[in-house]
């Protein structure tokens, strides 16, 4: 079985490619023009161990929203088609992640339904080059296109740290969701 996706989507705002191995080793090529956000992508794929392509340009030049939605819209959708019918997935899975002083929780659900909760209180407007802000949306966005729940919080006092925590305990989580342990489908429903 192949857990493999390339998606692409191109608007007014932004042009953007993705390609993405479940089955992976953690491999990346991440170029969005925020540098934060391409560190957090990549961190991302190394924890998750999903091999991650991404290359999207966007008018940054107005600021980061746009392009870090759409990255979180299409990455989302990468990921249904490359999860494919889920037929014996572990669905659900948690990860705890200090970094730090900080420490993140993320809880996930590949549940067919999209629904995402984060509590993310960060200090500054922004981390290095992203704004702070854009974090929750970039999940929600993801939770939307992925069909499946997220929830997710951090404790810890920079920024920096705090973020990067809630991205490697969503690789783990997710890294965790995705194995393959049985052939059932796993809900009562019969179908996610």
């Not at 190394?46 to 091999?51: A, E, L, Q």
């Not at 037929?87 to 705890?96: D, E, F, S, T």
């Amino acid at each position: 079985m192949s857990r493999i996706s390339n998606v692409e989507r191109k608007t007014s705002e932004t042009d953007i490619k993705i390609k993405m191995n479940l089955d992976g080793v953690g491999n990346y090529n991440i170029s969005t023009g925020i540098n934060f956000f391409d560190h957090m992508m990549e961190s991302f794929s190394k924890h998750s161990m999903i091999d991650l392509e991404v290359i999207a340009e966007g008018d940054i030049q107005v600021d980061d929203h746009h392009t870090i939605e759409d990255v979180g819209i299409l990455l989302g959708q990468a990921f249904l088609e490359a999860i494919g019918e889920k037929i014996g997935i572990k669905r659900m899975a948690h990860a705890i992640v200090p970094m730090d002083e900080s420490v993140a929780t993320i809880a996930v659900d590949i549940s067919g339904r999209s629904y995402c909760n984060m509590n993310l209180n960060f200090t500054n407007e922004k981390i290095g080059d992203m704004t702070s802000a854009i974090v929750i949306h970039f999940f929600e966005s993801f939770a939307s296109s992925a069909k499946l729940n997220i929830y997710g919080e951090v404790q810890g006092e920079n920024d920096h740290h705090k973020c990067e925590a809630i991205f490697k305990a969503f690789a783990k989580a997710l890294k965790d969701a995705i194995k393959v342990e049985h052939d059932q489908m796993p809900s009562t429903k019969g179908v996610i």
